[in-house]
C-alpha cells in the first residue's frame, strides 16, 4: 500500500518486526530525506579520516542554510522556548534547501516538488551533462571478479526485466546500506555481521491546531547522550500505529534519532536487526525527554502516545578501519571495487548521515580520479 501510494518508498521489516525504510528511485533516499545537513564524521576521525576540505567544498557546492527561522510556525517557536527552558540546547537544523524555492508544505520526505530541496539527481544531471550515461530500471545484482588478478570483470544486472551485464575498468558501488552489503554477498564477498539503522521512534500527543504537518521538519535539533530530539510528523506510523489515525495537522509530535548497536546484519532474504539492552535503555531515556518538552506544551502525560520505531539509515556492514583511513579501500575487495555509502561507516550516527556520507564519497572520488 505504501508503495502504491509513494513509489519512490519502500518498506520492508526486520526480522525483529522493526519497519526499515529506503528510497528506490532515481537518486536514491536522497529524494525521501527531510534535506538535513548534519556533521557527524567524529567515528572516522577516530580512525585518522579528516573529511575538513570535503565537507568545505560541499558547502560551497550546495545550498546549505539554517536561516529558515523566519518561516517556524508559533508551535515550532514555543517547542524551541520549551526545550530552551528544559536546558537541552536547541539549535536550528542546517538545511539543504533553498528557502527562496520553498513553500514549505512539510512533505520533504515524500519528494520536493519544487525543486527547492537539494537531492543527488542534481549531481546525476551534471555527470549526464559531461556525457555520462545514466539507466533507470536497471538493478545490479551481482559482480563477476577474476580470481587471478582479483579484479571485477563483469557487473550483472536486471535491466527492464532482462539480464545485462557491463564491464569497467573502475566500478562504485554505492546501492546504501541495505542493497551494497547484499550484492557484494551475491558475489562471494564476505561483510561483517554488524548492521546500525538509527532506529527513529516519535512521542506525540493530539494539539489541536498543531499543523506540524505542513512546516519544516526537523526544525531544529537536540544533540543528547546517545541520540538526538527534533519535531517531525512521521508520516509512517499512520500505517502501522492506530493512535495516529487523528486528523495529521491535530498531532504535536517529537522524534528520537538513536545511536544504536552495530548488532544486526544485511541479507538478501531478510535484514536480522534487534535493539540491544543499552539501545533500549537509551530509548527509554529519550521517551522521558519527549514527555518532559510535550509536557511543557501543556500536554498532560496521560494524553501522549509512541509512534512506530522505523529506520532509514542503515551502514556499517564493511566498516572502514585505521588501516584503510588513506585508501577508503576495504582489503577484501578487488582492486578496481570502491563503495562509496553508509555501509562504510564505523559507527551509528543517531543523526541524519547525508552530509557525512556525501563528504566521504567526495573523498573517495578524488582517490579514484587520482588511481584512474
Known sequence: MISMLFPAMRVQKASSGMVLVHGKCTGGTTALATGSAIRCDKGLAKLGINLDQEFEELSQEIPLS??????????TKALFDACVQLGFHPAPTAKLVDFERCVHCG??????????????RTLLSEAVSRGATLKTN???????????????QTVHAKENGKQAAYSADLIVLAAGGLGTPVILEHSGIACENT?????????????????????IPMPFLMQRNGYMLSPYMDYL???FNKFWRL????ILSMMIKLSDSGYGASHARKPQKDLTLTDKERLKAAVSDCKLILGKMGIAEKDIFLGTINAGHPGGML??????????????LPQNL?????????????????????ALAKRIAKICAFHY
Not at 66 to 75: F, G, I, M, P
Not at 340 to 346: E, G, H, N, R
Open 237 to 239: 506510523s499512520f500505517f
Open 66 to 75: 539554517t536561516n529558515h527561522e523566519q518561516y517556524w510556525s508559533s508551535q
Open 107 to 120: 512533505r520533504c520526505v515524500l519528494g520536493c516538488r519544487t525543486g527547492a530541496k537539494w537531492d543527488s
Open 319 to 332: 566498516p572502514l578501519t585505521a588501516e584503510e583511513a588513506d585508501t577508503l579501500h576495504n582489503r577484501r
Open 338 to 358: 570502491y563503495i562509496a555509502d553508509a555501509t562504510l561507516l564505523p559507527e551509528s550516527m543517531g543523526n541524519p548521515p547525508i552530509w557525512t556520507i556525501l
Open 195 to 215: 548492521l546500525f539503522v538509527d532506529p527513529v521512534l516519535c512521542v506525540a500527543a493530539p494539539y489541536p491546531g498543531a499543523g506540524q504537518d505542513r512546516h
Open 247 to 250: 486528523p495529521s495537522g491535530d
Open 138 to 152: 536497471c538493478e545490479v545484482t551481482s559482480l563477476d571478479i577474476d580470481q587471478n588478478d582479483h579484479t571485477v
